[in-house]
């Protein structure tokens, strides 16, 4: 059973930042993306960045220059780094590893992110 576990996350003020880590417990392979999503109250789950094992990143609009996705395979960890954060940034941030090898999708359990104005 593949499982995540989060860290990182809290509450800040606007303009400031957080970092977020999530660790797999099994060996991220080539065919791994590994990503972070976001959910507010009221609203869908959205994406916010992915990384593939071979360092190709996939960003939100709303959070391009903003924030930054890394991974560490060797550790099979990922992390977000969260820059000039913003109210509108609030709300509840899941890993997620997607294994196209086996078509199977697995999550973090939510890190609560909240910006204060």
């Known amino acids: 059973q593949v499982q995540l576990v989060e860290s990182g996350g809290g509450l800040v003020q606007a303009g400031g930042s957080l970092r977020l880590s999530c660790a797999a417990s099994?060996?991220?392979?080539?065919?791994?993306?590994m990503g972070w999503y976001r959910q507010a109250p009221g609203k869908q789950r959205e994406l916010v960045a992915t990384?593939?094992?071979?360092?190709?990143?996939v960003y939100a609009d709303s959070v391009k220059g903003r924030f930054a996705i890394s991974g560490d395979n060797g550790k099979n960890t990922w992390s977000l780094q969260m820059n000039s954060l913003k109210p509108e940034d609030t709300a509840v941030y899941y890993c997620?590893?997607?294994?196209?090898?086996?078509?199977?999708?697995?999550w973090g359990q939510g890190t609560q992110v909240t910006v204060s104005s």
């Open positions: 990384i593939t094992n071979h360092g190709g990143t």
């Open positions: 997620d590893l997607w294994r196209s090898r086996w078509g199977t999708d697995y």
């Open positions: 099994v060996s991220i392979i080539n065919s791994d993306v």
